[in-house]
């Protein structure tokens, strides 16, 4: 009797210890299998595809385009919208002495971070190149003159600017093979004086 007791007791016993095993298993790969998943699902949450990049900006190059229309005055310089491009007797070099107010009223004609390009209407490319302002952009140069434009000069085609003098210097219209035009417009605007910025005038004359 005692024997099958004794039987009985070992045979639940070990019953009992096959179930806290397989319990204890049971949680060991679960948990096994949480802490598996938990790095794939942090991965698959912050995961950027690695066709998907930031856009990026690649720096292309201004060209400045040169170009000459006819007009009254000639077959003059104009910059790729069509407004008329000045010279200013004060640069005697490369460089461009028009700076603050006068550059206000007298911007460079073209900045480019490239070559410049000869347009329509005769330009020589050869006689094209750039000069380097104070503030490090690069100004279009033609025929070692540096181009200008003027704020007087509301839309394409405006001469304005022809014959004022303003900042010490006259300001002439361009032509093709890189020398001022020194012809007066049929209607002559009135000269600023030295050091005044000339502004637009009353009556425009145009092309």
Known sequence: MRSNIRTATAVAAAVL?????AGCSDNGDSGSASRADSPADVAAATHTPSGTTSPSVSASDDVGTISARSGPLGTILVDDKGRTLYLFEADTTKESTCKDGCAKAWPPGLVTTGAPKAGTGGVK????????????????TYNNHPLYRFEGDKKPGEINGQGLTAFGAKWYVVDSAGKAVTTPVSSTSPSASPGESAGPTASSSEY
């Open 17 to 21: 210890c096959a179930a806290a095993l």
């Open 125 to 140: 490319a050869n006689l094209l190149s750039t000069t380097t302002r104070s503030d490090g952009t690069k100004q279009v």
